[in-house]
Antibody, heavy 117, light 109 residues
């Protein structure tokens, strides 16, 4: 069955960097666009970034543009999110999600990123 | 502030029907039939319950239905059950991005 497992979350100081990973299994990663979506504690969902199936096209939310980079390694069935210049407002649970058309069918369980000094 | 506007909370008794609205603009909801709805229980990942305005994924109860009129989309849950108590989020495509609503907390009385 389709499984998405995020990792890499933790506590990081403001201004520092952190890299998240999402391990995909149960399907062919190279056939689908992939997304990162985050949710601040007690708040709603916020779409973060999208990468096309082949990695050639990437889109970002304005709130992370220029600081975050989404990438994928289809040969390793892995999606990544590199986060730089982290701010307190980046504190959230980060989910990877498989795209299908313009909706997200499969989601991971999320990994918590806390930006705090 | 979310791009799509939802009521913060709605409530209903078991067996009743409720409707959650989601208001956007002609650049998102009004411009495309790419509205989706997600259900999220506490501590869990979101679950897709409606896509492309009114389509239900396999396995989702037919008590859930979606519609759209102009710049406003709606999610209706009929025959409310205790297990429906959750947060609900609308979503729409907009200019190569995905916009979410702020979420609506459904309380089953």
């Amino acid at each position: 069955q389709v499984q998405l497992v995020e990792s890499g979350g933790g506590v990081v100081q403001p201004g520092r960097s952190l890299s998240l990973s999402c391990a995909a299994s149960g399907f062919t990663l190279s056939s689908y666009p992939m997304n990162w979506v985050r949710q601040a504690p007690g708040k709603g969902l916020e779409w973060v970034a999208l990468i096309s199936y082949d990695g050639n096209t990437k889109y970002y939310a304005d709130s992370v543009k220029g600081r975050f980079t989404i990438s994928r390694d289809n040969s390793k069935n892995t999606l990544s999110l590199q986060m730089h210049s982290l701010r307190a407002e980046d504190t959230a649970v980060y989910y990877c999600a498989r795209g299908h058309g313009y909706y997200l069918v499969y989601w991971g369980q999320g990994t918590l990123v806390t930006v705090s000094s | 502030q979310s791009a799509l506007t939802q009521p913060a909370s709605v409530s209903g008794s078991p067996g009743q029907s409720i409707t959650i609205s989601c208001t956007g603009t002609s650049s998102d909801i009004g411009g495309y039939n790419y509205v989706s709805w997600y259900q999220q229980h506490p501590g869990k990942a979101p679950k897709l319950i409606i896509y492309d305005v009114s389509h239900r994924p396999s396995g989702v109860s037919n008590r859930f239905s979606g519609s759209k009129s102009g710049n406003t989309a709606s999610l209706t849950i009929s025959g409310l059950q205790a297990e429906d108590e959750a947060d609900y989020y609308c979503s729409s495509y907009r200019s190569n991005t995905t916009q979410f609503g702020g979420g609506t907390k459904l309380t089953v009385l």
